[in-house]
């Protein structure tokens, strides 16, 4: 299976855009990839049963299809190395944020940065 973005429609109405899901070319199978699973999940469940329609660009709230997508505007197909090398570009920009989030004292911005980074270490711990 081969990782890719993907559109995930959502009852009919919410295009959720640039998903990271495994796709099977041969057999047409396609499974959200681990490491966004819940939070696709939650993103779901607060659009809730009869969401209005829209378009919800899910690079833009998730840092690790953000990275993934950064990924794929470099080299199509995806590739290992350039996954690794943008997702440590990230980090730091996250990690320097947090160097000065810290430094003011910013409690909820450094909490989300907590999340952020969080989103993208998931992929080594799910």
Same mark, same amino acid.
């Given at each position: 299976m081969r990782l890719t973005l993907r559109s995930v429609i959502y009852a009919k109405l919410v295009n959720i855009t640039s998903v990271p899901v495994y796709a099977c070319e041969g057999?047409?199978? /396609? %499974?959200v990839f681990p490491g966004v699973k819940s939070d696709l999940g939650m993103l779901v469940n607060r659009l809730g049963a009869k969401p209005p329609a829209q378009t919800i660009p899910f690079d833009e709230i998730h840092e690790l299809a953000g990275v993934l997508s950064h990924a794929q505007h470099r080299s199509k197909p995806l590739r290992q190395a350039t996954v690794a090398r943008?997702? !440590? !570009?990230?980090? /730091? %920009? @996250? @990690?320097d944020l947090w160097i000065v989030a810290s430094s003011v004292g910013d409690e909820a911005w450094m909490a989300e940065l907590r999340g952020r980074l969080s989103q993208l270490s998931a992929q080594y711990i799910s």
């Open positions: 057999c047409s199978r /396609n %499974e943008v997702a !440590e !570009e990230r980090t /730091n %920009e @996250l @990690l």
